[in-house]
């Protein structure tokens, strides 16, 4: 690999919440590798990647070296981090989970696991014994967490804090539009429905037609209620979506439903679409009900009124 990478190296007691930490780093669209054996770290660092990745290049990289790694030695281990900056410019950081020994013997205890450094003696031995043997990677650390006191949640929240990255974090984002006779969709975040707006299926000019056509765009533009109600969807959006990423959602998806999914949805779901990326999110817009054909069975003319 010839250009400098940003690298985290990520240890700490058994317990102390590595897995978890890898996991939340990995949904951020980090490259995660865990308990990779140490004569394979230049290895790994100067292998290219297949043709057709090489953006993934540019990805920052999270090793998870413990205990249990072959060939750990705390020591050995701060030697080639310094070397990993001299000789190859990485920028490397080290970050530490730490936790109290009363509360890694309580966590073992409650998962019935023994502790991997202690298979056949009280898990409070391996705790000491793995203190002792990571004392030197924890005080050469950059950075240091105490799981103490974390749940699962609160460390996954700490992790999105400290290593989220500008453009690589975010929620892959989907806008979907369906047809709620051919089915609601499972995955939807959140849903609306748009059958309130005038239906273009009964104008004979506009019903072979798509909400991607002009012509059917303005039909339903045209109805009382739409600017307001898709003004407001589109601000509760920009209201939601930021919370949802502050939370940790590696997806979400938000679906617009009509009643065959081929004019009110697959306009307001481009609409919107537009607006999102406008205000700096990356959507990917579906249709999921675009190409099915239209049944009359299935529309619904606006009761009471003319046709909708």
Same mark, same amino acid.
């Given at each position: 690999?010839?250009?400098?990478?940003?690298?985290?190296?990520?240890?700490?007691?058994?317990?102390?919440?590595?897995?978890?930490?890898?996991?939340?780093?990995?949904?951020?669209?980090?490259?995660?590798?865990?308990?990779?054996?140490?004569v394979?770290?230049?290895?790994?660092?100067?292998?290219?990647?297949?043709?057709?990745?090489?953006?993934?290049?540019?990805?920052p990289?999270?090793?998870?070296?413990? /205990?249990?790694?072959?060939?750990?030695?705390?020591?050995?281990?701060?030697?080639?981090?310094?070397?990993?900056?001299?000789?190859?410019?990485?920028?490397?950081?080290?970050?530490?989970?730490?936790?109290s020994g009363?509360?890694?013997?309580?966590?073992?205890?409650?998962?019935?696991?023994?502790?991997?450094?202690?298979?056949?003696?009280?898990? /409070?031995?391996?705790?000491?014994?793995?203190r002792?043997?990571?004392?030197?990677?924890?005080?050469?650390?950059?950075?240091?967490?105490?799981?103490?006191s974390?749940?699962?949640?609160?460390?996954?929240?700490?992790?999105?804090?400290?290593?989220?990255?500008?453009?690589?974090?975010?929620?892959?984002l989907?806008?979907?539009?369906?047809?709620?006779?051919?089915?609601?969709?499972?995955? /939807?975040?959140?849903?609306?429905?748009?059958?309130?707006?005038?239906?273009?299926?009964?104008?004979?000019?506009?019903?072979?037609?798509?909400?991607?056509?002009?012509?059917?765009?303005?039909?339903?533009?045209?109805?009382?209620?739409?600017?307001?109600?898709?003004?407001?969807?589109?601000?509760?959006?920009?209201?939601?979506?930021?919370?949802y990423?502050?939370?940790?959602?590696?997806?979400?998806?938000?679906?617009?439903g009509?009643?065959?999914?081929?004019?009110?949805?697959v306009?307001?779901?481009?609409?919107?679409?537009?607006?999102?990326?406008?205000?700096?999110?990356?959507?990917?817009?579906?249709?999921?009900?675009?190409?099915?054909?239209?049944?009359?069975?299935?529309?619904?003319?606006?009761?009471?009124?003319?046709?909708?």
């Amino acid at each position: 690999m010839t250009q400098p990478k940003t690298i985290l190296l990520l240890s700490g007691l058994s317990g102390a919440g590595k897995t978890t930490a890898l996991k939340t780093l990995e949904d951020m669209g980090w490259e995660v590798v865990d308990n990779i054996p140490l004569v394979l770290l230049d290895r790994l660092l100067d292998t290219p990647l297949p043709a057709g990745h090489a953006g993934e290049d540019e990805r920052p990289l999270a090793l998870g070296i413990d /205990a249990r790694t072959r060939g750990f030695d705390a020591g050995a281990i701060v030697q080639r981090i310094k070397a990993l900056r001299e000789r190859h410019g990485h920028d490397v950081e080290t970050l530490f989970l730490d936790c109290s020994g009363t509360e890694l013997e309580r966590r073992f205890a409650e998962t019935r696991r023994r502790h991997p450094l202690a298979l056949d003696r009280p898990a /409070a031995d391996g705790i000491a014994r793995e203190r002792e043997l990571t004392e030197p990677l924890r005080r050469w650390a950059s950075q240091v967490i105490d799981t103490t006191s974390f749940t699962s949640n609160a460390l996954q929240q700490e992790m999105r804090n400290r290593f989220s990255i500008e453009g690589l974090s975010a929620p892959v984002l989907t806008i979907l539009s369906f047809g709620y006779s051919r089915g609601v969709p499972r995955n /939807a975040d959140l849903m609306f429905d748009m059958r309130f707006l005038r239906n273009p299926h009964w104008e004979e000019d506009l019903r072979p037609k798509t909400g991607l056509e002009p012509d059917v765009a303005a039909y339903i533009q045209a109805d009382p209620a739409y600017e307001e109600a898709v003004g407001r969807i589109e601000d509760l959006l920009l209201l939601l979506l930021p919370r949802y990423a502050e939370g940790g959602k590696a997806y979400i998806t938000v679906a617009f439903g009509c009643t065959g999914g081929k004019h009110r949805s697959v306009h307001v779901a481009t609409r919107v679409a537009k607006h999102l990326q406008e205000a700096g999110f990356s959507p990917t817009v579906l249709h999921r009900n675009i190409e099915s054909s239209p049944q009359n069975s299935l529309e619904k003319r606006r009761p009471g009124g003319p046709k909708a």
